[in-house]
């Protein structure tokens, strides 16, 4: 009777521990997400995704019977940019012990439904791994929701979510070195993946309504304004909010410059390692934006590495495509302006890493 009664509290106390354990979890481990309405226990389908690149199209019976890691991804946030990386080096160690890394690209702004910004990028990483487009949102909302960071799923071989996390993955590595081991029992353990990803990772929209506080607050989109700072310190007021100088119309996802020249300008103050900016040429061309760090061209040292490198004099950045391009760098609080050599640039938003 007292072995009996032992094995039943026994029972009841590791009850109680898992039942903690799901519930507190997500407090220990920075990124992981508590089951709930939002959270799916199934990894989703992936039939509505399109434009499938290293792959055919994976559908439930190619993914049956093998482990899945599932990233999804945007092409503007720095961080889901490194754990792309991140994941191609999961692709190369784990496809030998049968688990498949897929990426599926969710894209933040319009321009980016065009397959050619994924494609792009993947040819930049020397992407492996199989990775498709997501322009609907579909697989997005099957599993959770929008979310800010790169969002990693991993199923066990029979298509149970193990893990949810957002932004950070160090617990994708431990779940798949775990699957592996249940694939090839006694097999020798592919060498670990460092899965760190920037930090202090920052983000400023620009488009109407997306806008937390300043001179951008209150302007609807579609309406064109021109802004005017009568003092210097107009120009470059609180910490983290964008002050527009010049003609600009505002719409849903951006400011766009209805003048250019030196005179035009957006400027920010911040605090940051690395800054840039998330920028969308006019229709069917490029264009040049001009930089300036404290009301001075930023030093050689100072210089984000999309900056041209031509000239020691200026500093500029020649847009030639839509999407993220780093312009400055460096220690300490300072004031960044960017001005558009022309009109019809869209400023999207200001993006910063290792913010403080």
Request: hydrophobic share 45%; net charge neutral.
């Amino acid at each position: 009777m007292p072995n009996r009664s032992l094995a039943v509290f026994l029972a009841a106390l590791a009850l109680v521990a898992a039942s903690v354990t799901v519930l507190l979890a997500p407090r220990w481990l920075p990124g992981l997400r508590a089951p709930g309405p939002a959270a799916p226990l199934a990894l989703p389908s992936l039939a509505g995704v399109a434009a499938w690149r290293n792959s055919a199209p994976l559908g439930p019976d190619s993914l049956k019977g093998h482990p899945v890691a599932l990233l999804l991804w945007t092409d503007t946030d720095p961080r889901a940019l490194a754990a792309l990386s991140v994941a191609e080096a999961w692709h190369r160690a784990y496809a030998p012990w049968g688990i498949r890394v897929i990426a599926v690209h969710e894209p933040e702004y319009a321009f980016a439904s065009d397959t050619a910004i994924a494609a792009g990028i993947a040819r930049r990483l020397n992407l492996t791994l199989p990775y498709a487009d997501d322009a609907r949102g579909l697989v997005e909302t099957a599993i959770g929701g929008t979310v800010d960071g790169p969002h990693l799923v991993i199923a066990d071989e029979n298509g149970r979510i193990e893990v949810d996390t957002v932004g950070v993955l160090s617990a994708g590595t431990r779940a798949l070195g775990l699957a592996a081991l249940r694939m090839r029992p006694g097999a020798p353990q592919p060498p670990e993946v460092d899965a760190a990803l920037p930090s202090g990772v920052r983000e400023v929209q620009l488009g109407a309504g997306r806008v937390e506080s300043g001179p951008l607050h209150s302007v609807s989109a579609g309406r064109e304004q021109v802004f005017t700072a009568e003092f210097r310190y107009q120009e470059s007021g609180s910490a983290w909010v964008p002050y527009p100088v010049g003609g600009w119309r505002n719409g849903a996802e951006g400011l766009t410059a209805t003048r250019g020249g030196a005179a035009n300008f957006l400027a920010i103050r911040y605090s940051a390692g690395r800054a840039g900016v998330v920028i969308t040429p006019p229709a069917g061309g490029r264009a040049r934006l001009w930089i300036l760090r404290d009301d001075r061209w930023p030093k050689l040292d100072e210089r984000g590495e999309d900056v041209d490198a031509g000239s020691r004099e200026t500093a500029s950045v020649l847009v030639t495509r839509p999407g993220i391009y780093w312009i400055e760098k460096g220690k300490g609080e300072r004031v960044l302006k960017i001005s558009p050599e022309t009109p019809g640039v869209t400023v999207n938003a200001f993006v910063f890493t290792d913010a403080r």
